[in-house]
Antibody
Framework: QVKLVESGGGVVQPGRSLRLSCTGS????????MHWVRQSPGKGLEWVAA????????YYADSVKGRFNISRDTPEKTVYLQMNSLRADDTAMYYC??????????????????WGQGTLVNVSS | DIQLTQSPSSLSASVGDRVTITCRAS??????LAWYQQKPGSAPKVLIY???TLQSGVPSRFSGSGSGTDFTLTISSLQPEDVATYFC?????????FGPGTKLEV
């Protein structure tokens, strides 16, 4: 069955960096775009970043553009979120999500059926 | 970028009621809208995609409609297990976006 497992969260000081990982299993990783979505405590969902199935297209929310970088290692079936210059308002549960329909045409993204369990990032001094 | 608004932000209804939640996009998004249900402590669960397609396994009391900028999620007969927060999502091209959510109480 499909499984997404995030790791790398923790407590970090403002201005520092953190790298999140999400490893997938149970599906052909190469066929699917992958996303990161976050949720601050008691708040709504915020889409953060996406990467196409071949890694050639990357998209970011304005709130993280220039600070966060999404990448993927297809042989390792892992997607990463490198988070730099972290701020207090980056504190959130970070979810990895897999696009539902594979082999999307260039420039097209998709909704999510499978999500990870989330990894908590706390930016605090 | 596409912004999504939802109304109401919260609502209280009774078991058996018909409930409607609306989502409005800042520009024409055709039918590229999904609806999610999220319960506390859990990841979101997709209910509807492509504006009106019911995700397999989701009860038929859930339905979606709309296109362009105005969309609706309807629960035809509210059940106690429907207590949750509901989010709409635009997903067709980057950047994606979520609506702010509607908290539903029974």
């Amino acid at each position: 069955q499909v499984k997404l497992v995030e790791s790398g969260g923790g407590v970090v000081q403002p201005g520092r960096s953190l790298r999140l990982s999400c490893t997938g299993s149970g599906f052909d990783f190469i066929y699917y775009g992958m996303h990161w979505v976050r949720q601050s405590p008691g708040k709504g969902l915020e889409w953060v970043a996406a990467i196409s199935r071949d890694g050639s297209e990357r998209y970011y929310a304005d709130s993280v553009k220039g600070r966060f970088n999404i990448s993927r290692d297809t042989p390792e079936k892992t997607v990463y979120l490198q988070m730099n210059s972290l701020r207090a308002d980056d504190t959130a549960m970070y979810y990895c999500a897999k696009e539902s329909r594979g082999l999307r045409p260039p420039g097209q993204l998709d909704f999510f059926y499978y999500w990870g369990q989330g990894t908590l990032v706390n930016v605090s001094s | 970028d596409i912004q999504l608004t939802q109304s109401p932000s919260s609502l209280s209804a009774s078991v058996g009621d018909r409930v409607t939640i609306t989502c409005r996009a800042s520009q024409d998004i055709r039918y590229y809208l999904a609806w999610y249900q999220q319960k506390p402590g859990s990841a979101p669960k997709v209910l509807i995609y492509d504006a009106y397609t019911l995700q397999s396994g989701v009860p038929s009391r859930f339905s979606g409609s709309g296109s362009g900028t105005d969309f609706t999620l309807t629960i035809s007969s509210l059940q106690p297990e429907d207590v949750a927060t509901y989010f709409c999502q635009y997903y067709h091209s980057g950047p994606c976006s979520f609506g702010p959510g509607t908290k539903l109480e029974v």
